[in-house]
């Protein structure tokens, strides 16, 4: 008796899941690290099943009201409330959310490619360095369940379909608008859900039809229209809970540059968003600008930004008119990026790596059906190519993972691995000073605004750190900068002009009491 072969579909997954396990297993041993401390630590909400449902009717950063991810903060609750709050569990659960997208970008080309192509882009994705803070850091996991949901929407969406073309299966529907809906509920890029099913579905109809446009709208339509009735589900009880969609406060960057700074700046940093997923480099928790390069933009990388959203759209034309699907894959990256791009919204970081989760789902896809095709004529030289881009991806990701251990040893790698970045050493700063090392603060206060003057936050950290050493002129002089970068904020112009008053410049203090509500500093 001949034992049956193996499925070669079920040999793809599996080998790039158990990469996927192999290579973050290390991170079970990391804690909670710094958004985790107030997200997941400090949050007393979830810590209970009696505090959930307020919890669920707050923002995600519960103490402003900024953005809205209700099912990424009752996974964190059903973590604390079964291990008490062991960080073990919360990284364990990374692991498995991203071993599963690691299946479902498997299962997603196997639509159109043969199983080594499939196991080919899975393994890139399991190991690529850029993942490493979306895995690592508990907090990430917003953006893989998101990008969990996306990829299983795109497979729901390019199932066979009948010869008809006509969707008479409702629960196709429903699945769709409950996954729109779920990738919304876990990760604001999960708006994008109805652009998804719109590639999927054109790509999997149009190829049915046999020229039949007609029937091949209808469908990609109805598709369309039920992604979109999920994420409009989410919006609503987004809005009625917090009073308005509850976006993100913009970066310094883009709320103290001018309007052509700010788009100038995005369009920079899109190269190297998209460099991020394609080739592995080493993990860097930061990508904050310096001020030079808000104000100084380098034109190279501004026109190679250009190009790329040009290409992007000249994607999504060519899909439209002969859907294939690579142009999928850069719509699936395109699409994920736009949110976070800054280019249409603005958002509270520049560059994230974590934020690049989904956008490298298309890069992996189109990685490993070109190695695939090079190894029909070189398979030699395709075996090799894998071999290094895994050797490297998995080295820089195993030598990052021990980043998030903790909030300090997240602060030491910005300040070593992104040492032109100010925000690395503004949050060293205010750790120093909390300590009780107000001298250390003070230095990187000093290297933190000596690369970015225009963030009122760091200005004010530091204008309080000199009067803690006993300088007030110092203080003075952040704290006129902190006013000018932002007017708008009183408690920065009542704080300055309690100094000018104790300077003897009470007519200087003056005019920053501008609001009703400021008493006038009294001698």
Not at 128 to 153: D, F, T
């Amino acid at each position: 008796m001949q034992l049956k072969q193996s499925n070669p579909d079920a040999r793809a997954q599996t080998i790039a899941a158990l990469l996927a396990v192999v290579c973050y297993i290390t991170a079970i041993k990391n804690g909670f690290a710094w958004d985790d401390t107030f997200i997941v630590y400090g949050n007393e909400r979830i810590h209970s099943w009696a505090g959930v449902p307020t919890a669920l009717h707050l923002g995600y950063w519960y103490n402003t009201g900024h953005l809205y991810r209700p099912l990424t903060t009752l996974s964190f609750a059903l973590d604390w409330i079964a291990s008490g709050g062991a960080p073990a569990l919360f990284h364990a659960v990374n692991i498995a959310w991203h071993t599963l997208a690691t299946v479902l970008v498997a299962r997603l080309a196997l639509r159109w490619w043969s199983p080594p192509a499939a196991a080919m882009a899975a393994c890139i994705f399991a190991v690529q360095p850029v993942h490493v803070e979306a895995v690592a850091n508990i907090v990430g996991r917003s953006e893989v369940m998101c990008s969990a949901a996306l990829l299983a929407l795109a497979l729901v969406a390019t199932r066979p379909v009948v010869p008809t073309l006509v969707v008479t299966d409702r629960y196709q529907l429903l699945w769709i608008a409950l996954l729109a809906a779920v990738a919304t509920a876990s990760k604001e890029t999960g708006v994008v859900a109805p652009v998804i099913a719109w590639a999927a579905i054109w790509l999997t109809v149009i190829r049915k039809t046999r020229g039949d446009r007609t029937a091949a709208r209808r469908t990609t339509i109805r598709v369309t229209v039920a992604a979109l009735i999920g994420v409009s589900f989410l919006l609503t009880i987004r809005f009625v809970l917090l009073g308005g969609l509850g976006g993100d406060r913009p970066h310094p960057a883009f709320r103290f540059g001018t309007v052509w700074q700010g788009t100038a700046l995005a369009l920079a940093s899109v190269p190297r968003a998209m460099s991020l997923i394609v080739a592995p480099q080493p993990p860097r928790p930061d990508y904050s600008p310096t001020e030079a390069a808000l104000t100084h933009p380098n034109a190279i990388l501004v026109l190679l930004g250009v190009l790329l959203v040009g290409s992007a759209l000249g994607a999504a034309m060519a899909h439209a008119k002969r859907p294939a699907p690579w142009s999928f894959a850069v719509i699936f990256a395109a699409a994920t990026f736009a949110p976070v791009s800054n280019l249409l919204i603005r958002s509270g970081i520049v560059i994230a790596e974590r934020t690049l989760y989904s956008p490298s789902v298309g890069a992996a896809l189109l990685e490993g059906a070109m190695l695939a095709a090079l190894g029909r004529t070189k398979p030699r030289l395709a075996v090799g190519a894998l071999v290094a881009v895994l050797l490297v991806s998995g080295t820089l990701t195993l030598q990052a993972i021990p980043i998030w251990t903790d909030t300090s040893s997240v602060f030491a790698a910005i300040r070593e691995r992104a040492p032109a970045s100010y925000r690395g050493y503004a949050l060293s700063a205010t750790q120093s000073d909390a300590a009780g090392d107000h001298t250390t603060a003070r230095r990187y206060y000093g290297r933190a605004i000596g690369l970015f003057s225009r963030d009122p936050n760091v200005l004010q950290g530091a204008s309080a750190n000199a009067l803690l050493v006993g300088d007030t002129a110092l203080a003075l002089t952040y704290l006129i900068k902190a006013v000018s970068a932002d007017p708008a904020d009183t408690l920065a112009r009542r704080v300055l002009a309690r100094l000018l008053v104790r300077q003897r410049e009470r007519a200087s203090a003056r005019p920053l009491l501008r609001d009703d509500t400021t008493e006038f500093p009294k001698k």
